[in-house]
């Protein structure tokens, strides 16, 4: 049984007749999958004891996400540690006609409930910056919130270059972990 105290986010409570009442909330991410009934209880806060019965409201499904453990041959090993939180761990780029990809991977060393922000730039050979992505969420549907540690998350950016110039053309030079993750891609 998890039990999620959604009441700890409200102060006070004070309903008209007829209101509806949303809670959201959050399952931690050590939740094995499978199925749940999802209850509501009312409990006097100060002797911290149940008013009434418990409600069964309906049952849940829990999936899990599909996880990765095993680090993948990249063409740029790194070793770059990011806090407690993670390592970036390597890097690859490919490039196909006016396309160019980065694919970062990060191994989780431990889990947050934050979801950090990542950005790549682009950056030309006299050095000004031609494109940058921003992201809210690293590797977009895989959010820092949702990584275990051991966990390898993907982490690609696309960047399309314009058809009046030159192919893409990617070098990942093999840099020591303290320059990292300051390696360069050019056009």
């Not at 992201?135 to 977009?140: D, E, L, T, V």
């Not at 270059?161 to 390696?183: C, K, M, Q």
């Amino acid at each position: 049984m998890y039990i999620i105290p959604v009441m700890k986010y409200l102060r006070q409570l004070h309903l008209a007749q007829n209101t509806t009442v949303e809670f959201y909330f959050r399952l931690p991410i050590e939740v094995p999958e499978g199925k749940y009934d999802l209850h509501f209880h009312v409990i006097e806060r100060a002797a911290q004891k149940p008013i009434g019965t418990r409600t069964r409201l309906t049952a849940i499904n829990i999936a899990s996400r599909p996880r990765r453990f095993t680090r993948p041959d990249v063409r740029l090993p790194l070793d770059v540690q990011l806090g407690d939180l993670a390592k970036l761990v390597g890097a690859d780029v490919n490039c196909s006609g006016t396309q160019m990809t980065l694919t970062l991977f990060w191994q989780a060393q431990a889990v947050t409930t934050t979801n950090y922000t990542a950005f790549v730039q682009l950056i030309t050979a006299d050095g000004s910056i031609a494109q940058q992505i921003d992201k809210w969420q690293i590797a977009f549907d895989v959010p820092t919130s949702t990584w275990i540690p051991g966990q390898v998350i993907a982490d690609q950016y696309v960047f399309e270059v314009s058809s009046s110039a030159e192919s893409p053309s990617a070098e990942l030079p093999s840099t020591d972990p303290a320059e990292a993750p300051y390696f360069g891609v050019g056009l």
